[in-house]
């Protein structure tokens, strides 16, 4: 007798985890992708909602978006982090290197197979990319002590690299000549 009750309990246990788990199956998460969302109802039987073009509460919400373009940066004639605002537009040297969108130096450091090669990149380079170059080469090779410098040039990205670490002594350099 104690067989048998057993054997219904577990058979009903059974049958009603299989339909609990038909259920599961056949019932789509709600909200998990379009196709699963639910349909969309009649207007009614939606919360009335008010739509006011410029509430007074939007202030604190402005206060948090960001900025939509970067603002000029105030003048001073020192800056305590050591940046320099642009000067030159490259008139007179025949070439121009311009700011990011951050009024930043555009000199980067590329490291390549695991930080074994470090090629250092200037970018947005207008103008007579060439004489940059040599102008470049020169602080370079000065800093290392008259060693030689590999560099390549791509005129159509406006690119200069240099083979090493050199961006402090790019940076510094651009920043000096007002770039």
């Not at 599961?24 to 998460?29: K, L, N, V």
């Not at 940066?73 to 951050?102: C, F, I, M």
């Not at 103008?127 to 370079?140: M, N, T, Y």
């Not at 390549?152 to 350099?173: A, C, M």
Request: with cysteine; net charge positive; aromatic share 8%.
């Amino acid at each position: 007798m104690a067989t048998s009750a057993k054997l219904m309990l577990g058979s009903s246990l059974c049958q009603r985890l299989s339909q609990l788990t038909r259920q599961i199956h056949m019932q789509p998460a709600l909200l998990s992708s379009f196709r699963s969302s639910r349909e969309v109802q009649e207007l009614d039987k939606y919360p009335e909602v008010e739509v006011v073009a410029n509430p007074p509460e939007w202030r604190f919400v402005e206060r948090l978006l960001p900025a939509e373009t970067v603002p000029q940066p105030v003048e001073k004639p020192k800056y305590p982090s050591g940046w320099r605002p642009q000067k030159e537009d490259g008139s007179e040297l025949g070439y121009h290197v311009a700011r990011t969108k951050n009024h930043m130096v555009p000199v980067y450091l590329h490291t390549r197979f695991r930080g074994q090669r470090r090629i250092t990149v200037v970018r947005r380079v207008q103008g007579d990319i060439w004489s940059l170059e040599k102008d470049l080469r020169a602080v370079v090779e000065q800093s290392r002590n008259g060693k030689l410098c590999a560099t390549r040039i791509n005129e159509l990205s406006g690119q200069i690299h240099f083979h090493g670490d050199h961006v402090d002594v790019l940076r510094d350099y651009l920043k000096e000549k007002g770039f």
